[in-house]
T-cell receptor, first 115, second 109 residues
Framework: DGGITQSPKYLFRKEGQNVTLSCEQNLNHDAMYWYRQDPGQGLRLIYYSQIVNDFQKGDIAEGYSVSREKKESFPLTVTSAQKNPTAFYLC??????????????FGEGSRLTVL | GQNIDQPTEMTATEGAIVQINCTYQTSGFNGLFWYQQHAGEAPTFLSYNVLDGLEEKGRFSSFLSRSKGYSYLLLKELQMKDSASYLCAVVDSNYQLIWGAGTKLIIKP
């Protein structure tokens, strides 16, 4: 079945450690996105990519990094520079290459907790 | 700044009808989405409105008034499985997606 797979579902990190969240899609979508979700707030865009080997910062990119070496994959690294990384992270994809022209397809999410 | 307002929480009874409102103030408008999100899960697409009027899809309907910056999601014949958060999101003039904080809907038997 086509879809988006995020891993791990739950992750615990010690302060000062970098962690990488995986996002893989087999929908043949061009655009991929990373969002952060905190209680009582709307989804906030971290990074997005509309084409392989290119990505753009979102509203809250500081302390995060991404890569897009393959169309199917868009991993997110949460670095030690991110001051408050405990959150629910959602990866999404869409077919469009010029902004939000259609619905987003989301992965199941990764919940990161910093100890 | 850009802003989307939704009620934080609503309660309704199984079998009843509930309307969840969303008002927005954005730089331009290129469409409005509604998503459903069960606790701890990913959002799933419900509807997309770009023209004024009502779009009906089974038990769910979505309404848009661009002149008023207003949309609502109407859920009929409520079921317990409809307990979830409902997210409103607007596409602005730069084709960026602006999200509301979501409305948590609690269904009581």
């Amino acid at each position: 079945d086509g879809g988006i797979t995020q891993s791990p579902k739950y992750l615990f990190r010690k302060e000062g450690q970098n962690v990488t969240l995986s996002c893989e899609q087999n929908l043949n979508h061009d655009a991929m996105y990373w969002y952060r979700q905190d209680p009582g707030q709307g989804l906030r865009l971290i990074y997005y990519s509309q084409i392989v080997n290119d990505f753009q910062k979102g509203d809250i990119a500081e302390g995060y990094s991404v890569s897009r070496e393959k169309k199917e994959s868009f991993p997110l690294t949460v670095t030690s520079a991110q001051k408050n990384p405990t959150a629910f992270y959602l990866c999404a994809s869409s077919p469009g290459t010029s902004g939000y022209t259609g619905e987003l397809f989301f992965g199941e999410g990764s919940r990161l907790t910093v100890l | 700044g850009q802003n989307i307002d939704q009620p934080t929480e609503m309660t309704a009874t199984e079998g009843a009808i509930v309307q969840i409102n969303c008002t927005y103030q954005t730089s331009g408008f290129n469409g409005l989405f509604w998503y459903q999100q069960h606790a701890g899960e990913a959002p799933t697409f419900l509807s997309y409105n770009v023209l004024d009027g009502l779009e009906e899809k089974g038990r769910f309907s979505s309404f848009l008034s661009r002149s008023k910056g207003y949309s609502y999601l109407l859920l009929k014949e409520l079921q317990m499985k409809d307990s979830a958060s409902y997210l409103c999101a607007v596409v602005d003039s730069n084709y960026q997606l602006i999200w509301g904080a979501g409305t948590k809907l609690i269904i009581k038997p």
